[in-house]
């Protein structure tokens, strides 16, 4: 599965992207992510470890995960992830 990092969390990971054996969903991808990167925790996965972080956007195959099944969201090894912080601009 391929793993896609923009603005700082590519510095975070030091790579543009990885590619990963698929966890089960989400959650489970994001526990991986910050196992490897432990700067990740706190960031990518709320402090409960049990949902996503606030300031971050996780899309599957190009679709944002709060219209598919949140962190619950199934990943095979086909599945495209992005992982991104969330900007605003004004």
């Known amino acids: 599965m391929l793993v896609k990092f923009l603005a700082t969390y590519r510095q975070i990971a030091r790579c543009k ?3 990963l054996p698929a966890p089960s969903n989400v959650l489970e991808l994001m526990e ?8 990740f925790d706190g960031l990518i996965l709320n402090k409960e470890r049990t949902d996503k972080g606030d300031d971050v956007i996780i899309l599957v195959n190009g679709r944002h ?3 598919l099944d949140g962190v619950a969201t199934r990943l095979t ?3 495209y992830v992005v992982i991104t912080p969330l900007v605003a601009g004004g």
């Open 65 to 67: 995960i709060e219209h």
């Open 32 to 39: 991986a992510l910050c196992a490897r990167w432990p700067e």
């Open 17 to 19: 992207s990885c590619d």
């Open 77 to 79: 090894e086909q599945d």
